[in-house]
C-alpha cells in the first residue's frame, strides 16, 4: 500500500535497506535507512538532530538555512527551512506525509519555532496521491520575516515567496561572487528574484540594475534596499528581451550576473534549455567590459557544470573574446551534495573574466 513500510533485499535475501512505497509514484521506493531499525518518533529525532548539526558552519553567517534537504539528509520528500525562527516545511511524498505529526512534534522540539508554515503546494503531491496545502500549522508566522546574510539584511515572505521563500542556496554563490565586485562597478543582476547578489554588490559600492520579471520579487527588491539604506535601479522586464535590447545599445558593464529558473527540469527540455542558456552566456559575454566578469548559473542538474563550460568555449568562439574560469560553483553546504545521488547536485554556477 502507498506509504508502507518496505525491506529491500538482494537476490539472496539479504537485507539492503529500509524504504517507503508508493506504486503511484514514478519514484516507487525511497530509502530511509540503510539500518534495520524502527521507523518511530526516535529514528525522525535522530536524523533531525544529524540534520541540524551539519548546519552550524552555515549558521555563523546566516540566521536562515535549509535544515533538511530531503534525500540528501535521508529523509526523502521533507524539506525544512528555518528563517530566523520560524519553520517553512514540505511534505513532497506520500510516505513522508504519514510521519507529519511525529516530524512536526520532532522540529517543536528540537528548534523550538516562533511558528511553522507548511508550504506543501508542490504539484509533486498530486502525482504522489496527495491534495497540497498552504497554511500555518503551528503558532504564529510573521507575513515579513527578516533574515541576515553575510551581513546583508533580508526582508522574506513564508507566505508569498517563490519556492519555500528564499533563494538559500546561492548563499555562499553570492558571497563567491561579491568578492570580485569593486567600489563603481556597473553591475547587471538579471533574474534578481530578491536581489541578493546585487545588493551584495552594492555594499561593495557598486551602481547596480535589478531585473525579474515577477513584481512579487521586485518589490522585495525595493523593501531589501531600504532596509540596507542602498540604492539602485529597479526594472521590471523579461530577462531576454532586456539583454537583445541592451546589445542594441553601447553600455558595457563591469559584471553582468545571470541566475535563470530552471529551464530544463526534464531531461527532455534540455536541447531547448540549453538554447536559451546559450543566448544568456553569450549575451553576458557580449555585455561586459574588457575584464569584466559574467556569472551564469543552472538549477537544473542536467546541466551541470561542464555543460557550462561548453557554453563558456562556444560564447568565447562566438564573440572572439578571450574568457578565464575564476570560479566553479555549487549549491551552499546546507543543501548537501550526495555522491551517489547525482541530482542533489542540481545547482552549477561558472565565473568568468572576459578579455
Ligand atoms: N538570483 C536570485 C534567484 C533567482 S530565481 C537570488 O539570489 O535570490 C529566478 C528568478 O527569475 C525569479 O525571481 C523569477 O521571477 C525570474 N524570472 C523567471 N523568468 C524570467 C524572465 N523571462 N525574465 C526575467 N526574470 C524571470
Partial sequence: QSGEIVKIQDQNAKFLALGYINPL?????????????????????????????????????SNAARLIHSEADMLPGLIVDNY???????????????????????????CAPKGIYDKSDAKVRRKEGLSTTNEVIYGEVAPQILINEDGVEFEMSLIEGQK??????????????????????????????????????????ADVTFVDLSQNALSQVESNLKLNNLIGEIIRADAFEYLTQKLQEDNRYDAVLLDPPPFAKTKKEVHSAMKGMKFLLQSGVKLAKEGGIVAIFSC???IGINELLDLAKSASKESRRFIEVLETMRADIDHPYIVSIPNSNYLSGLLVRVY
Fill in 25 to 61: 509514484s514514478e519514484i516507487t521506493l525511497r530509502v530511509l535507512s540503510f539500518n534495520d531499525e524502527p521507523i518511530d518518533s526516535e529514528f525522525f529525532s535522530k536524523r533531525i538532530k544529524n540534520a541540524i548539526k551539519k548546519r552550524e558552519a552555515v549558521a555563523l553567517r
Fill in 84 to 110: 530566523n525562527g520560524y519553520l517553512g516545511v514540505q511534505f513532497n511524498t506520500y510516505g513522508i506525509e504519514q510521519y507529519r505529526s511525529i516530524i512536526i512534534e520532532e522540529l517543536i522540539r528540537q
Fill in 164 to 205: 519555500t521563500g528564499f533563494y538559500l542556496d546561492q548563499r555562499a554563490n553570492r558571497e563567491i561572487v561579491s568578492r570580485y565586485i569593486k567600489n563603481k562597478d556597473s553591475v547587471l543582476d538579471i533574474f534578481c528574484n530578491a536581489g541578493g547578489f546585487g545588493l551584495h554588490a552594492l555594499q561593495k559600492g
Fill in 300 to 302: 537544473s542538474h542536467h
